[in-house]
């Protein structure tokens, strides 16, 4: 079946720098991604959709220069944070829609990227 | 402003036990999810449910949609140690695959 890697599945980093996570599908093509994030013992919010060929939409509330997302090819989208600050440590996860007939829905998660800022 | 709420956030259940996690949302949508989510780790698709009156099962849960009543449900079954987790619903009203989570509900089997 399909699946979503993310990379990497965790990342400690200092206040003031930038992470950048990486989500790939597989063994299909996604020309949309969605990124959510999670706080401990919360459930998740979607940020953003990423596009390939065009500008990510972001959801309201979601600072689109904080969270730079670029979808360089049809299974390569990026989520860089970038001055990351303590509140932004939380759980990254990424989806895609598989196309493949017949069209069931279904949505495929990656692993996830735990982002821990000190 | 669309809310997707569960009931209830936390459950402790003996093993053995039957129970029903609930899942209302606040418009209209055909398309539901039920995901499963281990501590510290990513999602596990469970059911799609894609029409009214949906039932799916797979093992001890079972799920099942009602779109009038804007209601999902998920049933489990003699309930083992193996199924403690936290229980997602989410729904994707515009068919955008775009999800909408609702709050959780964390399961504790005990013996």
């Known amino acids: 079946g399909a699946v979503v890697s993310q990379h990497p599945s965790w990342v400690i980093c200092k206040s003031g720098t930038s992470v950048k996570i990486e989500c790939r599908s597989l063994d299909f093509q996604a020309t949309t991604m969605f990124w959510y994030r999670q706080f401990p013992k919360q459930s998740l919010m979607l940020m953003a959709t990423s596009n390939e060929g065009s500008k990510a939409t972001y959801e309201q509330g979601v600072e689109k220069d904080k969270f730079l997302i670029n979808h360089a090819s049809l299974t390569l989208s990026t989520l860089t944070v970038t001055s990351a600050h303590p509140e932004d440590s939380s759980f990254y996860i990424c989806?895609?829609?598989?196309?493949?007939?017949?069209?069931?829905?279904?949505?495929?998660f990656g692993e996830g990227s735990r982002l821990t800022v000190l | 402003e669309l809310k997707v709420e569960q009931n209830p956030l936390f459950l402790s259940m003996q093993e053995g036990k039957n129970y029903t996690i609930y899942c209302n949302y606040s418009?209209?949508?055909?398309?539901l999810y039920w995901y499963r989510q281990d501590p510290g780790k990513s999602l596990e698709s469970l059911f799609v449910?894609?029409?009214?009156?949906a039932v799916k099962q797979e093992g001890r849960l079972m799920a099942s949609l009602d779109t009038k009543a804007r209601l999902s449900t998920l049933h489990i079954t003699a309930a083992v140690h193996d199924l403690s987790a936290t229980y997602f619903c989410a729904v994707d009203p515009r068919r955008t695959d775009k999800l909408i989570f609702g709050t959780g509900t964390r399961l504790q089997v005990f013996p």
């Open positions: 418009t209209t949508s055909d398309r």
């Open positions: 989806s895609a829609p598989a196309r493949e007939a017949p069209n069931t829905g279904e949505l495929f």
């Open positions: 449910l894609l029409s009214n009156g």
